[in-house]
């Protein structure tokens, strides 16, 4: 069903497209159940029945390309009383006028991207009882007044990221206890009232990233997924109930907090010194604390249930104590950190140890029977950058094939959480075919948000040891590494609420984008057709791949399958 939809929604755009003639004249095609308006105004909307079908008064989808007027008045959508879905993407918009949907209140979702909101006053959206989603992304909000979400009682999704929003008033969510996901990020907030999430039941997920808060104070907040990067932290709190926390790129030298549920904490880049709050936090299983000036005798031991652990640019030196315990371990990274000796008596605990990193430091040689001794699962080795000449190079690249030990990180890059910050030390001049793979995984992992009611399902059910992928893929090769990250995306796809689901490339294809580096809005009928080839086969595009991923992978296990009774059978011939 939801694949006819798109099909169709492909079918109107490009017909649009074709029929598309000069940037002015406005155009509207409709399917029985949605249209796509393009150079709409206010005059336009109160009267859809110059310029659309006669049965446009019935839709439930109204998609807007390009509004060419300033404001939504109380009329715009009057005559479309069965509107679930009102999306306008790029436009002169810059005032809703409070009560503007208010005779559309069957309205579930409203995305408004690319125009120039500047403010949103009291009341804005008042009688959408059933309003679930509501996109305000890429516009010019400044302020936001403290009852302008009155009234949004099912509100779950609210994105307001890309705008210039330096500050939010204290009551602003106080309507809407059902919040799961709220994303500010890049804005300009330098700090967020006390007790503005205080009448949120319980947030998925919370996304201030690229701000300039200078702190983030909310030790009762009840939330999943935590994002604080690029801010200007000077210290961090991490309560009982987060499970992962991205804080990376502040300025964090202190840690408080239980973190009891943390699973995943990423604080590279920031002024760390002292890591001994962060041992308490039991259940971390992925943790970076890379380029920060850790104590040189900083120990790990009692993150027992660790299995990533990024140490890069750290001043680490290593002791027996360093890594005992962590007997889960499957991926280090030691890059950058002056080591001038592998002694891997000292790795002994990790014997799980899938992956090391030690590119970059002044390593002279490496014993491989030690190796082979202490680490019997190593299958990637990265040992660029550590000054040997290429006679040397060549010759322990040898001994590496010779123990089995791949030389690169190709594939590792999807680990879902640390995507983001994974550089590849050594991956120059391998080949281009895995490209795709990593663009996929990034779309994964900048999705991951969203797909909350996935992400819950994949946190509650997910067994306390989770198969390393990392691992998985990088003994599979590339192969099977660009089609994993496609078939991880299914279920997502699959569970997620018909509404969003279009959306959702654009959308967080446009929320990592800082504000100021948001395409310009050009009017071009070019740029416009872009758009809509972009919206149309973001979706759809993807749908295939993922489609072709599954067949691919299916047929290779069934050719797989069919030599082994091939063989059988020549054997039995035999
Ligand atoms: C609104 O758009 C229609 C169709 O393009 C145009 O004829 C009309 O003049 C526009 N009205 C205003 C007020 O711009
Ligand atoms: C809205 O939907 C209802 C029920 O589906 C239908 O009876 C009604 O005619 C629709 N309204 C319009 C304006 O089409
Ligand atoms: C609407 O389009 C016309 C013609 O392109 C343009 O002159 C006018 O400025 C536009 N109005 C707004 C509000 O963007
Ligand atoms: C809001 O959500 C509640 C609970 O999910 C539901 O019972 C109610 O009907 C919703 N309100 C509207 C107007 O959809
Ligand atoms: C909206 O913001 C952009 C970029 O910050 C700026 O260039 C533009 O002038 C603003 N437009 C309005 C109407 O405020
Ligand atoms: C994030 O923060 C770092 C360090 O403060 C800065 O170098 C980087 O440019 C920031 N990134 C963005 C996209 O703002
Ligand atoms: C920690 O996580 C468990 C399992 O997900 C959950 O049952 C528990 O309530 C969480 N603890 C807190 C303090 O949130
Ligand atoms: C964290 O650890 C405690 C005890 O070690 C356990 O009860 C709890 O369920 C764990 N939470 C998660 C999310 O694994
Ligand atoms: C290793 O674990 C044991 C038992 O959990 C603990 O007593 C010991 O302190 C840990 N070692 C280090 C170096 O933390
Ligand atoms: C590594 O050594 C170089 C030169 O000896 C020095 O400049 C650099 O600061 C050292 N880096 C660390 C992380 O200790
Ligand atoms: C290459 O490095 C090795 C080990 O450091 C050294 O023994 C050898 O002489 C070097 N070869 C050349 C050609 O520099």
């Known amino acids: 069903m939801k694949l006819s939809f798109a099909g169709i929604l492909v079918g109107i755009t490009l017909n649009a497209l074709v029929s598309y003639e000069t940037a002015d004249a406005a155009l509207c095609m409709c399917h029985p159940s949605s249209c796509v308006v393009i150079n709409a105004n206010s005059s336009m909307l109160s009267h859809p029945e110059l310029y659309c079908p006669a049965n446009m008064m019935s839709i439930n989808d109204l998609l807007i390309l390009r509004y060419n007027d300033t404001i939504l008045t109380v009329d715009s959508f009057a005559p479309f009383t069965n509107l679930t879905s009102v999306e306008i993407f790029q436009g002169s918009l810059s005032r809703i006028e409070p009560g503007a949907f208010e005779k559309t209140p069957a309205l579930f979702k409203i995305i408004v991207r690319s125009n120039v909101l500047s403010t949103l006053e009291d009341y804005t959206f008042r009688g959408l009882d059933g309003l679930h989603i509501l996109y305000l992304i890429s516009n010019n909000l400044t302020t936001i007044a403290p009852n302008a979400f009155y009234g949004l009682k099912n509100l779950t999704y609210l994105v307001l990221s890309g705008n210039q929003i330096t500050q939010l008033p204290s009551t602003l969510f106080s309507s809407s206890p059902l919040l799961r996901s709220v994303s500010l990020n890049n804005n300009m907030l330098t700090g967020l009232p006390t007790g503005i999430f205080d009448n949120i039941d319980s947030l998925f997920k919370l996304d201030v990233s690229y701000n300039q808060l200078s702190e983030f104070d909310f030790p009762d907040l009840q939330v999943t997924l935590l994002f604080l990067h690029n801010n200007s932290l000077t210290s961090l709190q991490v309560g009982d109930h987060v499970k992962v926390v991205q804080a990376h790129q502040n300025r964090i030298r202190t840690i408080s907090g239980s973190g009891f549920n943390l699973t995943d904490l990423l604080l590279s880049d920031n002024a760390i010194a002292d890591v001994t709050p962060i041992m308490a936090m039991k259940n971390l299983s992925k943790l970076s604390l890379s380029n920060n000036p850790l104590r040189p005798d900083s120990t790990f031991g009692s993150l027992d249930r660790l299995e990533e652990l990024f140490l890069s640019r750290t001043n680490l030196m290593i002791s027996e104590q360093t890594f005992a315990n962590l007997s889960w371990m499957t991926l280090l990274d030691l890059s950058y950190n002056n080591l001038t000796q592998l002694d891997f008596s000292m790795f002994a605990a990790m014997n799980k140890l899938k992956s090391l990193i030690v590119a970059y430091n002044r390593i002279e040689t490496i014993n491989f029977i030690e190796l082979r001794e202490y680490l019997p699962e190593l299958r990637v080795l990265e040992i660029c950058g550590n000054g040997w000449n ?169 050719v797989r399958r069919a030599t082994s009774i091939d063989s059988a059978d020549s054997v039995r011939l035999v």
Request: proline share 6%; charged share 20%; net charge neutral.
């Open 390 to 558: 290429a006679t040397y190079l060549e010759r322990m690249l040898g001994k590496m094939r010779k123990h089995k030990l791949r030389a690169d990180m190709q594939g590792l890059s999807h680990s879902l959480i640390f995507s983001s910050v994974f550089v590849e030390l050594c991956s120059a001049g391998v080949e281009t075919s895995t490209k795709p793979s990593f663009d996929y995984s990034d779309y994964y992992s900048e999705d991951f948000g969203d797909g909350i009611e996935q992400e819950i399902a994949e946190y509650t059910t997910s067994s306390p040891r989770p198969q390393p992928r990392v691992s998985e893929s990088a003994k599979a090769g590339h192969v099977s590494s660009t089609s994993k990250p496609m078939t991880t995306m299914v279920p997502m796809f699959a569970l997620e609420p018909t509404a969003s689901v279009r959306l959702n490339t654009m959308v967080t294809a446009d929320v990592i984008l800082p504000a100021e580096q948001q395409p310009v809005v050009g009017s071009s009928p070019l740029y416009i057709t872009f758009q809509v080839l972009v919206y149309t086969f973001s979706v759809f595009g993807i749908v295939c791949l993922v489609v072709l991923g599954y067949y691919m992978r299916k047929r290779r296990f069934d």
